[in-house]
């Protein structure tokens, strides 16, 4: 089974709306995970709109599922992670200020860098994940920077899902089967929802982890977190 990691920005952007502690982060991640989720997600910026720094501090106690961090590797995010020491760190490119993530790593022209942080975390027991676009060149990049995974980012394939193009599936199997090839994991995130997501996991070789976020949470004020997330349980077995 594909395993579902909730990514519970959505929360701490509701919560740091009004002020105070409503909705409380700490509370649905338990919740989250009693629910059935297999990880908590966040994604502290720089400027904190959402998710805190301390949030990721606090969540070290309560996550005892996977606990996955993503973010830009610079100095104070780095620091952070390996304060926290989660399960898993996935590496992603967001210029500051950036509303939402929109690229992939340019594995080739970032490689140094790159496998100079992923060492750094790996020394500290910390798994690994690059966030790329289903370029083959890209997979062969991240493959030489050492780490244990990539992360596909799945925007264009949700596009093209919602315009009822199917082939726009394509580069995203062929991404895999190299990944696959190489020895690298496969995780997957970035507008994959209720309605996309049975199609995606179906057709993508040895995925073995989704991020969701922004779609799940949207659909819980419909139909409730329980429901949505156990939803999600079905369609990824």
Same mark, same amino acid.
Request: proline residues 4%.
């Given at each position: 089974?594909?395993?579902?990691?909730?990514?519970?920005?959505?929360?701490?952007?509701?919560?740091?709306?009004?002020?105070?502690?409503?909705?409380?982060?700490?509370?649905?991640?338990?919740?989250?995970?009693?629910?059935?989720?297999?990880?908590?997600?966040?994604?502290?910026?720089?400027?904190?709109?959402?998710?805190?720094?301390?949030?990721?501090?606090?969540?070290?106690?309560? /996550?005892?599922? &996977?606990?996955?961090?993503? %973010?830009?590797?610079?100095?104070? *995010?780095? $620091?952070?992670? #390996? +304060?926290?020491?989660?399960?898993?760190?996935?590496?992603?490119?967001?210029?500051?200020?950036?509303?939402?993530?929109?690229?992939?790593?340019?594995?080739?022209?970032?490689?140094?860098?790159?496998?100079? /942080?992923?060492? &750094?975390?790996?020394?500290? %027991?910390?798994?690994?994940?690059? *966030?790329? $676009?289903?370029? #083959? +060149?890209?997979?062969?990049?991240?493959?030489?920077?050492?780490?244990?995974?990539?992360?596909?980012?799945?925007?264009?394939?949700?596009?093209?899902?919602?315009?009822?193009?199917?082939?726009?599936?394509?580069?995203?199997?062929?991404?895999?089967?190299?990944?696959?090839?190489?020895?690298?994991?496969?995780?997957?995130?970035?507008?994959?929802?209720?309605?996309?997501?049975?199609?995606?996991?179906?057709?993508?070789?040895?995925?073995?982890?989704?991020?969701?976020?922004?779609?799940?949470?949207?659909?819980?004020?419909?139909?409730?977190?329980?429901?949505?997330?156990?939803?999600?349980?079905?369609?990824?077995?």
């Amino acid at each position: 089974m594909t395993k579902l990691s909730v990514n519970i920005n959505k929360i701490a952007t509701l919560r740091n709306a009004r002020g105070g502690n409503v909705p409380d982060l700490l509370q649905v991640a338990k919740d989250i995970q009693k629910f059935g989720a297999h990880g908590i997600t966040i994604h502290p910026r720089p400027d904190e709109r959402h998710i805190r720094y301390q949030d990721a501090r606090d969540l070290k106690s309560i /996550v005892y599922t &996977e606990y996955n961090i993503e %973010g830009n590797p610079q100095h104070n *995010f780095i $620091d952070l992670v #390996l +304060e926290c020491k989660p399960t898993q760190v996935t590496l992603v490119p967001d210029a500051i200020g950036a509303i939402t993530s929109s690229a992939g790593w340019d594995t080739i022209k970032n490689q140094t860098y790159l496998t100079e /942080v992923i060492a &750094e975390f790996q020394r500290n %027991g910390i798994r690994t994940s690059i *966030f790329v $676009d289903p370029i #083959l +060149e890209m997979i062969e990049g991240a493959k030489a920077t050492g780490t244990d995974r990539i992360e596909l980012y799945t925007e264009e394939f949700a596009h093209q899902y919602g315009l009822g193009n199917k082939t726009g599936i394509e580069p995203y199997k062929k991404a895999a089967l190299l990944a696959n090839k190489l020895g690298l994991g496969i995780n997957a995130g970035h507008d994959l929802s209720l309605d996309n997501i049975q199609f995606f996991k179906e057709n993508i070789p040895g995925l073995l982890e989704v991020s969701i976020g922004h779609a799940l949470i949207s659909e819980a004020l419909y139909l409730g977190l329980d429901n949505v997330v156990n939803m999600y349980l079905q369609k990824l077995k």
